[in-house]
């Protein structure tokens, strides 16, 4: 009877800590829904609902004129527009200029990346340490790269490309300018994640495969490459999603000629142009969903690179 | 209708000009600008203008026009106004000779020139003929910098005041605030009075006064009071220079301190989150009928009367900025807080065609017409306005007249080289003492500090010529 | 290891492919072939960052703001390291940049590792939980900041959700958090912590995941409560990935900027300016290109002192752990 009993209590002790442990958790995605469920919301509310108080959780005169506004063509027609101080904002050139400059740089990246993982793994280029060392890069604050790199390309390319070529080239707000410095400090990541990858790729491949007679070249191209194409896909996205997210270096080295989605955002937040919030969160939707199921996609992928190797082993 | 108007307007810019342009300004301009496309046998040839974003709506109208009669193509960057000034010191870096012409705030001005990336445009003025009568010396001088002219300015943008009519005229309300200050409500003289006024029609949500039911309350007032607009405003509270002669702050002397007071103290009848607010929230909240007063940039006024979801239309009274007493006599000061300005590229290709451009786009009849436009921002500014029908049905004969009027005690702000960092020190130190967290006088210490460092680091003694030449020039209208 | 594919392709040597000439045999060759990627990234390293770089410390060594033509600036010695290091903003920027830091990373430690451990002991809901844990991780910064800048408004929703509390206390629930230096300064960190708290849960989780389970139970059938076997066992298993968490989150932390340009422009006054944000507003604001040029060296400097101490943990734990391994 007494164990009867006890074992009730344990029961109940146990359905007890599993409700409190659910509670936690579902408290913790309420938190993280929420933020995420406004701005959806708020991408479907008019003006006159942006800051009401008590402010309104779903709009009570849903529309869709946010949604057109930034899916618009040109400027606005009086129709869209609000009021004479808004301006055409319209989310076709960052997108542009944002999947452009982003695909580019992580393509690029993941190029010069995979081959140097590759002589990383295999011959141990660089030292020891270097997968390491590599990882410094990232480490430097963006915004001392951003300075550097401002000067570089608005001061000097343009003298030495004056003096050399008598031709004024600036780099400062340029496709090519910005893809180069998105290649230059994702490489890292690039660097780290297909290391891991190829490091699972026994070299016993690749030396039968040598001494059968095949070139290095197609070594790589037969053998590792298709091994290591999931985990090219994965790391393709993660710098990609990096890429996509990036602000200080777009804020502050391109602008006007070349417009990324983060600073498009960013001119809505200018405090003297003022909060179009509806706008704003409709942008901020459409930036959001493709990247969030993007990363979904590659979770499974992130939770093992996470680990770092200081696990597994 | 907007789009009737604007239609109306550009049919009635083209069907108009070969008739109206009898100005000679403009008249020059035009064939000088086609002599010279001709003698340097430009094939196709083509402006690029950096252009406020403000001005997307309108200024196309013009450069439109402007082909039309010399056959010069525009090309036009719209950016941002916070955005502007860093591009156009960045271009002065990069040299990239993308910009023939840069349009801001005339205050970007002294930077832009002592980095040499736009050039003075004494020569061609000369040779040329530009015309600045009917323009008040605060801002007609504002065009220059160090003896040479380096911007040419469209706009008249000093803070004008707005009142509501319906509210002063109320009889019961006047009865009140005659018995509780023994003076007729109107047009407040002193910036004392007016917060007077709107501490008065300060009034909680729900209340009833007079008969009319607040249902979301009344304002007293308006002002701007956030960071990047605070500097604007803030000469209004201020008795006279900013510096003294040999550019020593004077916001450590009791008069600038008990300029921080009044200035800090004025967000008791504003909005609760004023300093948060810029034109988008200002506008809207004044075009709702919620505030008693406003102190703003004129277009508020049009705004009012224009904008479909006003509710104050036809109720707006357009009064004289207010001013303060200095020895016994009443002295009104407007800062212009904001303006248009064009300057000319240093690494443009053709500058003497793109001053052309400039010289007509600012020409007495040509910059009236850019005033009148339905979706501009030029404000009125000239005294060729006060005749011009399109302004004068676009804003109304009285707040015309009041403006122009105005215009006598307009007022630049700080036109000396780092003249952002120098109101960036101001802008953060009042929103401190707005937010309580230090003293007026602890504000006014740190400000006078944070500008002397700014100083020296320029160069005290570059600084000190340049300020003193300003204020000879009169456009800070007061002297040492 | 994986299994490698059941099916390989051989290469066998036909008709298909040339014996190598001679320029490509030699590239071919072991010692060049491996040197190849080495020589191209690194040399793209050498130009986009080393050179930058350079220029930089010489730029620094000027005297020149945006309002003089570059051609004017003269030599200057170490005039501006010594502004640097005299602006006190500067130096508050960076206190408060470590502030925000910290609390940051410690909240989003401590959060990180309690989900964790709840949603390891989850049998069902585990994948579930997990992936909408991840969610705030991948939404793009900028966004993140723009919508905890529409809550914090006065009339926003967080408001209406204190109302209460606030009510009972006689407080105006429709408080302006943004324009509330305090307030401020944790609105920043809260939507720090709100989007990489997934990443310290991340961490924490593969960690969780990878416990030896066979201690544990071997702990359990000895007796040991709950407490215990937590406490001396798997919390020093733990260890390593607490070790990055911290490395990771920190160095990521100490570079704040997009919020605060979303959020507050550096703040009320300049109460959540940190120090990128500073740096920003220097160069790009002012332009003061040769103060900004050297107090990004100092940051620089500052910053490398904090990865070699990073790098050495790092490595030495990886060393630790390789060494400990059976």
């Known amino acids: 009877m007494a164990a009867e009993a006890a074992r009730k209590r344990k029961l109940r002790r146990r359905r007890l800590l599993r409700a409190g442990r659910h509670a936690i958790l579902l408290g913790w995605t309420c938190v993280i829904i929420f933020p995420v469920f406004w701005m959806i919301s708020t991408s479907f509310k008019d003006a006159g609902e942006w800051v009401t108080w008590p402010p309104h959780w779903l709009p009570h005169q849903p529309t869709l004129l946010n949604y057109a506004q930034i899916f618009a063509f040109g400027t606005l027609d009086p129709t869209l527009s609000r009021q004479a101080t808004e301006q055409a904002f319209t989310i076709w050139k960052g997108l542009g200029d944002a999947t452009l400059v982003c695909t580019t740089a992580s393509l690029l990246a993941l190029l010069l990346g995979t081959f140097l993982a590759y002589a990383i793994s295999r011959f141990r280029v660089g030292g020891k340490y270097f997968r390491h060392t590599i990882l410094m890069i990232r480490m430097i604050p963006p915004i001392v790269v951003a300075i550097s790199i401002l000067i570089y390309y608005a001061i000097i390319i343009p003298y030495a490309t004056t003096a ?3 031709v004024r080239i600036s780099m400062f707000d340029t496709y090519v300018g910005l893809v180069l410095i998105y290649t230059v400090t994702t490489l890292p990541f690039v660097i780290w994640m297909m290391l891991s990858f190829i490091d699972e790729v026994p070299y016993t491949l690749e030396h039968a495969a040598r001494l059968m007679g095949a070139g290095r070249i197609e070594v790589i191209r037969r053998i590792v490459l298709p091994l290591v194409a999931s985990g090219m896909v994965v790391t393709f996205l993660f710098v990609f999603i990096l890429n996509w997210a990036e602000f200080l270096l777009a804020l502050t080295l391109t602008h006007p000629q070349v417009t990324t989605l983060t600073v498009l955002l960013n001119k809505f937040q200018s405090a003297s142009e003022g909060r179009l919030y509806g706008p704003q969160a409709a942008i901020g939707t459409v930036v959001t969903i493709p990247v969030v199921v993007l990363g979904l996609l590659i979770q499974k992928h992130l939770v093992k690179g996470f680990s770092f190797g200081t696990i597994r082993k | 209708m907007r789009l009737l108007l604007s239609a109306a307007f550009g049919v009635s810019l083209c069907l108009a000009s070969p008739a109206v342009a009898q100005d000679p300004v403009a008249d020059r301009a035009v064939a000088a600008a086609k002599e010279y496309v001709k003698t340097k046998g430009l094939k196709d040839p083509k402006l690029t203008i950096l252009l406020s974003s403000l001005y997307n709506n309108s200024f196309p109208d013009f450069a439109k026009k402007w082909e039309e009669l010399t056959g010069v ?35 970007t001005m002294p930077d832009a020139a002592g980095a040499k990336v736009i050039i003075p445009l004494d020569d061609l003025a000369k040779k040329h003929q530009p015309d600045f009568t009917g323009i008040a010396d605060g801002l007609k001088y504002q065009q220059y910098y160090d003896d040479k002219l380096l911007v040419m300015i469209n706009d008249g943008d000093h803070l004008l005041l707005v009142l509501r009519k319906d509210l002063m005229e109320n009889s019961a309300a006047n009865a009140e605030y005659k018995a509780k200050h023994g003076k007729d409500l109107g047009c407040p003289d002193t910036v004392a009075e007016w917060a007077q006024q709107a501490a008065f029609f300060q ?35 201020m008795k006279g220079l900013l510096f003294d002669k040999d550019m020593k702050p004077r916001i450590t002397t009791p008069d600038g301190i008990q300029a921080i007071k009044d200035f800090a103290a004025a967000v008791e009848y504003m909005p609760k989150d004023i300093q948060g607010w810029g034109t988008p929230q200002i506008y809207p909240y004044w075009g709702s009928g919620l505030a008693y007063s406003a102190v703003s940039f004129p277009s508020i006024f049009g705004f009012g009367e224009s904008n479909p979801n006003s509710v104050v239309k036809g109720k707006q009274l357009a009064c004289l900025i207010p001013g303060r007493m200095v020895d016994g006599k009443l002295v009104r000061r407007s800062p212009q807080a904001a303006g248009t300005g064009y300057m000319v590229s240093a690494y443009s290709k053709n500058p003497e065609l793109a001053y052309l451009f400039i010289q007509w786009l600012t020409s007495p009849s040509i910059g009236d017409d850019a005033v009148a436009h339905p979706k501009g921002f030029w404000d009125p500014f000239r005294l060729s306005n006060l005749t011009h029908k399109g302004i004068l049905d676009r804003f109304g004969a009285d707040m015309v007249k009041t403006t122009i009027e105005n215009t006598k005690y307009a007022a630049s702000l700080l036109l000396i080289e780092g ?5 960036k020190v101001l802008d953060n130190n009042l929103a401190d003492v707005m937010n309580k967290n230090i003293s007026a006088e602890e504000a006014a210490k740190r400000i006078e500090a944070g500008w002397n460092k700014i100083t020296n680091e320029i160069g005290r003694e570059h600084q000190i010529q340049i300020w003193r030449k300003g204020v000879e020039s009169g456009i800070y209208l007061d002297k040492f | 290891m994986t299994e490698a594919n059941t099916t390989l392709p051989i290469p066998t040597l036909n008709a298909n492919s040339r014996p190598a000439g001679g320029l490509v045999r030699w590239l071919a060759s072991e010692r060049v072939f491996r040197l190849i990627p080495f020589l191209l990234v690194e040399g793209l390293f050498v130009l986009t960052i080393l050179v930058p770089f350079a220029l930089t410390i010489w730029i620094s060594l000027l005297k020149w703001r945006a309002n003089r033509p570059f051609e004017t600036a003269r030599f200057a010695g170490f005039e501006n390291y010594e502004a640097v290091l005299t602006t006190d903003q500067f130096w508050l920027a960076l206190a408060r940049t470590f502030y925000f830091a910290g609390m940051a990373v410690a909240l989003e430690l401590s959060i990180g590792f309690v989900l964790a451990m709840l949603v390891s002991k989850c049998t069902q809901s585990r994948r579930l939980y997990t992936t909408i844990f991840l969610v705030p991780m991948m939404i793009v910064p900028i966004v993140v900041g723009y919508n905890f800048s529409m809550i914090y408004i006065d009339s926003g929703p967080l408001n209406q959700i204190l109302a209460p509390f606030m009510e009972a206390f006689g ?3 429709r408080i302006r958090w943004l324009s509330h230096p305090i307030a401020a300064q944790w609105a920043i960190i809260i939507a720090d912590i709100w989007q990489w708290t997934s990443l310290t849960f991340l961490i924490f989780l593969s960690g969780f995941a990878a416990l030896p389970r066979h201690l544990v139970n071997a702990a359990r059938v000895m007796g040991a409560s709950p407490w215990q076997t937590f406490w001396w066992i798997e919390l020093p298993l733990l260890k390593p990935a607490i070790v990055i968490a911290v490395i990771i989150r920190s160095m990521e932390a100490l570079k704040l900027f997009d919020p605060v340009v979303l959020l507050t422009f550096g703040g ?13 507003e ?15 060296i100092v940051l620089l400097i500052i910053f490398s002192i904090l990865i070699f101490f990073a790098i050495y943990m790092l ?7 390789e060494e400990s391994a059976p």
């Open chain 1, 164 to 166: 050399l070529l008598g």
């Open chain 2, 203 to 237: 009034t909680k949500e729900g209340d009833t006064r007079w008969g009319i039911k607040f249902e979301r309350g009344l304002s007293g007032g308006l002002g701007y009071r956030s960071v990047n607009f605070s500097y604007r405003h803030f000469p209004l509270y």
């Open chain 3, 282 to 296: 220097q160069v790009w604001v002012f332009n003061k290109f040769s103060f900004g040029a050297a107090a990004s």
């Open chain 3, 171 to 173: 407080v105006d629930p």
């Open chain 2, 73 to 107: 193509k525009f090309e036009i960057v719209p950016l941002g106004y916070t955005d502007i000034p860093a591009k156009i010191m960045q271009e002065s870096v990069s040299k990239t000779g993308v910009y023939d012409i840069f349009n801001d705030f005339p205050y």
């Open chain 2, 419 to 423: 003249n952002y960092e120098y109101f």
């Open chain 3, 268 to 280: 009320p006054g300049t109460s959540t300016q940190t120090v990128a944000y500073f740096l920003w």
């Open chain 3, 315 to 321: 490595i030495g734990y990886r060393r630790r752990v």
